[in-house]
């Protein structure tokens, strides 16, 4: 039996709630596999569907899995991961397409030689990587060599440079492993010079306009991803991310061609903060290519920059006040489904998720009886321990009632929150006829069980009397 299997090329981008993988190449693809193939037959029906070569590109394979909550790629590994992967087509997996990473050959043999054993004797790892989400690369200090804005070395064509064994400088000496300049780890305690050329200014270069530099700290991982978005927005570039796992961030300008580029690391392997070790300010690409419609700007940063516009205040802006903004404050043209994204994600980070109120909802009430002698608070869940029913009367509300004419009325109307249901209200009359709030309610709807229990509830603070 044979299986469709969704492809797409590209990196992987830690988001604040998830991991969402980002297709530079050619976009959405499809194959057809047999279910017992093997991690060799499926990474050679790949480069075979991606046009790629086999000596050039290496290939690392991974997808999220369908968890409830945030949690890395998953690389495949073997030929189990690949039966994993076909046999769970029947839920959710299915519609997640199967991420492919392409890697330039040199940098992932590169990093092979630096480990210490292999157990790919047969050779059956070939043409892929299968610690890319693994590998800790944080065992350098920063580099700090004269300046605080070192560059790079950036070839393109013909342009090369030569060191002092007459060597090319994108071919290393005999016996040497090739090394990719950014992803190269100086060795903790080294004293050797790093001896990088800089590329000098022109009219043909700009600078992103930031106050990055190399040893520059941050407390966290994403509090340095937040930071350059905010820097590609107002610059209106785009960057990509070369490489990402927990202990690593590389990124470079989304023009191959250009000389901006940045790569940090942990500082220490426990710890959060995060230190910039190499970085190149400085794009040499052209100014045709900036664009106001960039990756950069996705609906977390977005909300994060429009957030404070909705403290204090009932609504804040719309879907489209919030194009508006990012138009005018962030440069970035944005569509309305972002905007709409965005605003929600705004809404979550001032006043909480729904989620969050629903966790909080028995120590709220647990305040509210204490705090208001006399309350009566009630919680109905189901058999899984989920929300169902909601029962609030305020005690002054309760001991006031013996006061009212001995009428009570009783309603309901819908809500237009996430997980909607029915917000129910019973009222008295006063000696003005002005209605007289007893208790409220939320159900599901407003069907025979939900009103039940919300009059049974009713019942127990007010009681009947004859009148």
Not at 107 to 114: D, I, T
Not at 256 to 282: D, H, M, Q
Not at 417 to 434: C, E, I, K, P, S
Request: hydrophobic share 35%; aromatic share 10%; glycine share 8%.
């Amino acid at each position: 039996m044979k299986v469709v299997l969704f492809i797409e090329a590209g990196n992987w981008e830690e988001l604040e709630d998830h991991w969402e993988f980002r297709g530079d190449l050619g976009g959405l693809k499809s194959i057809l596999v047999e279910e017992e193939i093997s991690l060799r037959g499926l990474i050679d029906k790949i480069y075979a569907k991606l046009g790629l070569s086999k000596d050039t590109m290496d290939l690392v394979l991974s997808y999220t899995p369908p968890l409830n909550k945030k949690c890395s790629p998953l690389v495949l590994k073997d030929d189990e991961d690949v039966a994993a992967l076909l046999a769970s087509r029947s839920d959710s997996t299915c519609k997640i397409p199967l991420g492919v990473t392409v890697e330039p050959t040199e940098v992932c043999a590169y990093e092979k030689n630096g480990q210490e054993s292999s157990d790919d004797t047969d050779g059956s790892h070939d043409g892929f990587r299968d610690n890319y989400f693994d590998v800790d690369y944080c065992d350098s200090e920063p580099t700090d060599v004269g300046s605080s804005r070192q560059t790079l070395p950036v070839f393109r064509n013909a342009e090369r440079t030569s060191n002092d064994n007459g060597a090319s400088a994108t071919q290393p000496a005999e016996g040497n492993p090739p090394v990719d300049p950014l992803l190269q780890v100086t060795g903790a305690g080294s004293d050797e010079p790093v001896n990088v050329p800089t590329i000098e200014a022109s009219d043909s270069t700009f600078s992103d306009g930031s106050d990055l530099h190399e040893g520059k700290y941050f407390n966290t991982k994403k509090d340095l991803k937040r930071k350059l978005s905010d820097i590609a927005m107002k610059g209106n570039f785009e960057f990509r991310t070369r490489k990402s796992n927990r202990s690593l961030w590389v990124i470079e300008c989304i023009d191959p061609n250009c000389s901006w580029r940045l790569r940090a690391s942990k500082i220490v392997p426990e710890s959060t903060k995060f230190v910039i070790r190499k970085y190149v300010g400085v794009h040499s690409c052209s100014l045709l290519n900036r664009n106001a419609n960039h990756r950069q700007a996705t609906y977390v940063v977005i909300g994060e920059q429009v957030a404070p516009q909705y403290v204090g205040v009932e609504k804040g802006p719309g879907p489209k006040g919030v194009q508006t903004f990012a138009r005018t404050e962030l440069g970035a043209q944005i569509s309305y489904y972002k905007a709409w994204r965005g605003r929600k994600h705004a809404h979550t980070l001032i006043r909480g998720s729904p989620e969050q109120s629903f966790h909080v909802l028995p120590s709220y009430f647990h305040m509210l009886e204490k705090l208001n002698p006399g309350t009566v608070t009630r919680i109905e869940v189901d058999g899984e321990s989920r929300f169902k029913y909601l029962f609030l009367a305020f005690g002054v509300a309760i001991r006031g009632f013996r006061y009212m004419r001995k009428v009570v009325g009783i309603d309901g109307t819908f809500l237009k929150g996430q997980y909607r249901g029915v917000l129910l209200v019973a009222t008295a009359q006063d000696g003005n006829g002005q209605c007289y709030p007893l208790a409220w309610g939320i159900v599901d709807s407003e069907n025979e069980d939900a009103w039940s229990w919300f009059l049974t509830q009713l019942k127990e603070i007010i009681g009947d009397t004859d009148e």
